[in-house]
């Protein structure tokens, strides 16, 4: 099974930044998009940011656009989520996610997810 191990998620002051660390290991298929979700209590996972294999393209969210930068690192199999100028409602545990198709950021097309990480920002 594909493994995904998220990190890097904290507690910071509105207004800072955090990067997130995603590290994929036993990977099956060498050509695969990569990207970030995010999930509260009482709330539908939603999508916050994808990158595709090549790395030239990416999609974000409305609500994270202009403050978070996805990028990846595929010697590293590893995919990273630059969060800058945070808000108290970007609070959340977020997730990383594979999707070898690569044609969908919905939630149901992502083929494996990471156990998340969880960030929290403080008024």
């Known amino acids: 099974q594909v493994q995904l191990v998220e990190s890097g998620g904290g507690l910071v002051q509105a207004g800072g930044s955090l990067r997130l660390s995603c590290a994929a290991s036993r990977l099956t298929f060498s050509r695969y998009a990569m990207g970030w979700f995010r999930q509260v209590p009482v709330k539908e996972r939603e999508f916050v940011a994808g990158?595709?294999?090549?790395?030239?393209?990416?999609t974000y969210a409305d609500s994270v656009k202009g403050r978070f930068t996805i990028d990846r690192d595929h010697a590293k199999n590893t995919v990273y989520l630059q969060m800058n100028s945070l808000k108290p409602e970007d609070t959340a545990v977020y997730y990383c996610?594979?999707?070898?198709?690569?044609?969908?950021?919905?939630?149901?097309?992502?083929?494996?997810w990471g156990k998340g990480t969880l960030v929290t920002v403080s008024s």
């Open positions: 990158i595709s294999y090549s790395g030239g393209s990416t």
């Open positions: 996610a594979l999707n070898y198709g690569g044609n969908s950021w919905h939630t149901t097309a992502m083929n494996y």
